[in-house]
């Protein structure tokens, strides 16, 4: 799967901490460091909009896709 998560990117840029995000989200820093990780195999779209809200930014901002190389 190339589905890549930018919460790490979006973080640095708004200055804020995985702990506050996990805060303001609420959900486990557990499972947010799964979800930064590219670990979950699924994401409520409630959470996807909980944290967009919190980072003041588009789903597009967070989930990008890149293609596999060598497969097509």
């Known amino acids: 799967m190339a589905i890549i998560i930018n919460i790490d990117v979006m973080l640095a840029k708004r200055k804020m901490s995985v702990t506050e ?31 967009c809200k919190a980072l003041d930014c588009q789903p597009g901002d967070i989930l990008e896709y890149q293609a596999d190389e060598g497969k097509s």
Do not use: P
């Open 21 to 51: 995000l996990s805060e303001r989200v609420g959900i486990t820093m557990a499972n947010l460091s799964i979800l930064k990780n590219a670990k979950a195999k699924a994401i409520r779209i409630s959470t996807l909009d909980a944290i």
